[in-house]
C-alpha cells in the first residue's frame, strides 16, 4: 500500500564527560543569573543517534546520522519552555498577531484547493482498486481532505485528533492530524479551548518567525540545534536518554517525561497523568537543572533543517555550528522555511519516533504550527543583563 499521507494546509502537511551542575557551572560570568535561566558550560560532545538506534530505524532519528563531535561555547537557556502565561505577556506588551491567527489570502486558498483536487483524484484512484479496510481508510481520507480545504478563515493549527479504533495504515498521517482554523496560542485545542486553563503549559501552535519574535522582544534568541542538545544531554557522554540509560530509573511507575503510553495513536493510557502536554517543570530535570527536555513539546531551534546535516558535517571539525549552508538547503527545494525541531512531545512513544530521546531532531516548517510543538530561548554569555 503506498503512502496515503496527503493533507493540505495552507502549507503541505505531508507524510524528521562528567555532568556539571547549573548550581556549579552558574558561578561563571561573575555570579550573574539571568532569571529562569541555565548557565551551560562550553565544550566538546558527541552528537546525533542514539545508543540502541544507530541503524537510524526511528522515523524522529533517520536524519541524526552519523554521531558526530560538536564542539559548542557555554550559552545561557531556559530553565522550562516558554509557557503561555509568559507568551501572553509578550502578545499583551506588543499586539503581536502569530502565523496561526493571520487571515488566509487568497491565493493561499487557492493553492490549498487545488492541493486538495490533487490528493483527492490520486487517493479516489488507489480506492478504486482498494478492498474492505483500506478502502475504507482512503475513504475517510478523502472526506478529511475535502473539510480541511473548506477552512479558508485563517491559517490555523495542525492538531492531533486520536483515531477511534486502530489505524488501517501508518504511513495515512490524516488519519490523526487535522487543520483546525480555530487553532492558535489563544485556543490550545481548538475553539472552547482556552490559554488561560493553560497558564504554566508550555505555549503550542507557534511557528518558528513566531518563537524568534517572542525571543527578540525579551532580548535572547532562539538555541541551535547543537546547543540545544548539549543542553538536554545534562553533561553525559551520549546516554540514551536525557537524565541516563535506563528508561525507568525511578521504576515502571514513575515516568521521567510526558510522554505517550499504550497503543499509539488511539490508545492513550494516561499513566503519567497527562493526555497532552502538562505544566512546566512537572517531571524531573536533567543534571543541568533543565526541565523537560524530553517529551511536553518538540521544541523549535534556530538551524535550518537539512536530512543529511550530519552526513555533510562528518570528518570535519565542528565549533558553534549554525546548520547547513544556504546553498545546501537552497538545492533541496523546500516549499518554506523549515526547521529543526529537539526533544519530542506528548505523542513520542518507542513503538512510534522515540522522538524523547536527545539526539533525535525532526524537519518542522515555518508555516505549520501545531499543537505539540514550543519552545525556549537562549543566550549568549557574553550578553550584558538588561537593566
Same mark, same amino acid.
Given at each position: 500500500?503506498?503512502?496515503?499521507?496527503?493533507?493540505?494546509?495552507?502549507?503541505?502537511?505531508?507524510?524528521?564527560?562528567?555532568?556539571?551542575?547549573?548550581?556549579?557551572?552558574?558561578?561563571?560570568?561573575?555570579?550573574?543569573? /539571568?532569571?529562569?535561566?541555565?548557565?551551560?558550560?562550553?565544550?566538546?560532545?558527541?552528537?546525533?543517534?542514539?545508543?540502541?538506534?544507530?541503524?537510524?530505524?526511528?522515523?524522529?532519528?533517520?536524519?541524526?546520522?552519523?554521531?558526530?563531535?560538536?564542539?559548542?561555547?557555554?550559552?545561557?537557556?531556559?530553565?522550562?519552555?516558554?509557557?503561555?502565561?509568559?507568551?501572553?505577556?509578550?502578545?499583551?506588551?506588543?499586539?503581536?498577531?502569530?502565523?496561526?491567527?493571520?487571515?488566509?489570502?487568497?491565493?493561499?486558498?487557492?493553492?490549498?484547493?487545488?492541493?486538495?483536487?490533487?490528493?483527492?483524484?490520486?487517493?479516489?484512484?488507489?480506492?478504486?482498486?482498494?478492498?474492505?479496510?483500506?478502502?475504507?481508510?482512503?475513504?475517510?481520507?478523502?472526506?478529511?481532505?475535502?473539510?480541511?480545504?473548506?477552512?479558508?478563515?485563517?491559517?490555523?493549527?495542525?492538531?492531533?485528533?486520536?483515531? =477511534?479504533?486502530?489505524?488501517?495504515?501508518?504511513?495515512?498521517?490524516?488519519?490523526?492530524?487535522?487543520?483546525?482554523?480555530?487553532?492558535?496560542?489563544?485556543?490550545?485545542?481548538?475553539?472552547?479551548?482556552?490559554?488561560?486553563?493553560?497558564?504554566?503549559?508550555?505555549?503550542?501552535?507557534?511557528?518558528?518567525?513566531?518563537?524568534?519574535?517572542?525571543?527578540?522582544?525579551?532580548?535572547?534568541?532562539?538555541?541551535?540545534?547543537?546547543?540545544?542538545?548539549?543542553?538536554?544531554?545534562?553533561?553525559? =557522554?551520549?546516554?540514551?536518554?536525557?537524565?541516563?540509560?535506563?528508561?525507568?530509573?525511578?521504576?515502571?511507575?514513575?515516568?521521567?517525561?510526558?510522554?505517550?503510553?499504550?497503543?499509539?495513536?488511539?490508545?492513550?493510557?494516561?499513566?503519567?497523568?497527562?493526555?497532552?502536554?502538562?505544566?512546566?517543570?512537572?517531571?524531573?530535570?536533567?543534571?543541568?537543572?533543565?526541565?523537560?527536555?524530553?517529551?511536553?513539546?518538540?521544541?523549535?531551534?534556530? =538551524?535550518?533543517?537539512?536530512?543529511?546535516?550530519?552526513?555533510?558535517?562528518?570528518?570535519?571539525?565542528?565549533?558553534?555550528?549554525?546548520?547547513?549552508?544556504?546553498?545546501?538547503?537552497?538545492?533541496?527545494?523546500?516549499?518554506? /522555511?523549515?526547521?529543526?525541531?529537539?526533544?519530542?512531545?506528548?505523542?513520542?512513544?518507542?513503538?512510534?519516533?522515540?522522538?524523547?530521546?536527545?539526539?533525535?531532531?525532526?524537519?518542522?516548517?515555518?508555516?505549520?504550527?501545531?499543537?505539540?510543538?514550543?519552545?525556549?530561548?537562549?543566550?549568549?554569555?557574553?550578553?550584558? =543583563?538588561?537593566?
Amino acid at each position: 500500500m503506498k503512502t496515503l499521507a496527503i493533507l493540505p494546509v495552507a502549507f503541505l502537511l505531508t507524510p524528521l564527560g562528567f555532568p556539571l551542575l547549573a548550581s556549579e557551572s552558574s558561578r561563571e560570568n561573575n555570579g550573574t543569573s /539571568p532569571e529562569g535561566m541555565v548557565l551551560i558550560p562550553g565544550g566538546t560532545f558527541r552528537m546525533g543517534g542514539d545508543s540502541g538506534l544507530m541503524d537510524g530505524g526511528s522515523q524522529s532519528h533517520q536524519s541524526a546520522y552519523p554521531v558526530h563531535e560538536v564542539t559548542v561555547d557555554s550559552f545561557w537557556i531556559d530553565e522550562k519552555p516558554v509557557t503561555n502565561q509568559q507568551f501572553a505577556e509578550f502578545v499583551d506588551a506588543t499586539g503581536y498577531v502569530t502565523f496561526a491567527e493571520r487571515p488566509l489570502p487568497e491565493e493561499t486558498i487557492a493553492e490549498m484547493q487545488k492541493m486538495a483536487e490533487e490528493s483527492i483524484r490520486e487517493l479516489e484512484k488507489l480506492a478504486e482498486g482498494a478492498t474492505g479496510r483500506d478502502k475504507e481508510g482512503i475513504l475517510d481520507s478523502i472526506e478529511r481532505i475535502k473539510e480541511a480545504s473548506k477552512a479558508t478563515e485563517t491559517y490555523g493549527s495542525i492538531v492531533f485528533v486520536p483515531p =477511534d479504533s486502530e489505524i488501517y495504515n501508518p504511513n495515512d498521517i490524516t488519519q490523526w492530524w487535522r487543520i483546525e482554523p480555530g487553532a492558535n496560542w489563544k485556543t490550545p485545542n481548538g475553539p472552547g479551548s482556552s490559554w488561560e486553563d493553560f497558564a504554566d503549559h508550555p505555549v503550542v501552535n507557534v511557528t518558528h518567525e513566531d518563537a524568534t519574535a517572542y525571543a527578540e522582544w525579551t532580548g535572547k534568541r532562539l538555541p541551535t540545534e547543537a546547543e540545544w542538545e548539549r543542553a538536554a544531554r545534562g553533561g553525559h =557522554d551520549h546516554k540514551m536518554y536525557v537524565w541516563g540509560d535506563e528508561f525507568a530509573p525511578e521504576g515502571e511507575d514513575f515516568w521521567m517525561a510526558n510522554i505517550w503510553q499504550g497503543e499509539w495513536p488511539y490508545g492513550n493510557t494516561e499513566e503519567d497523568g497527562f493526555h497532552s502536554t502538562s505544566p512546566v517543570g512537572t517531571f524531573p530535570p536533567n543534571d543541568f537543572g533543565l526541565y523537560d527536555m524530553a517529551g511536553n513539546v518538540w521544541e523549535i531551534t534556530a =538551524d535550518l533543517y537539512h536530512p543529511r546535516t550530519f552526513a555533510m558535517r562528518f570528518g570535519t571539525e565542528v565549533v558553534n555550528p549554525t546548520g547547513p549552508h544556504p546553498d545546501a538547503i537552497a538545492r533541496l527545494g523546500q516549499r518554506v /522555511p523549515t526547521y529543526v525541531t529537539k526533544g519530542g512531545s506528548f505523542l513520542c512513544s518507542a513503538g512510534w519516533c522515540s522522538g524523547y530521546q536527545p539526539g533525535s531532531r525532526q524537519a518542522f516548517e515555518n508555516d505549520s504550527p501545531s499543537n505539540h510543538t514550543g519552545f525556549r530561548t537562549a543566550r549568549d554569555v557574553q550578553t550584558e =543583563d538588561p537593566s
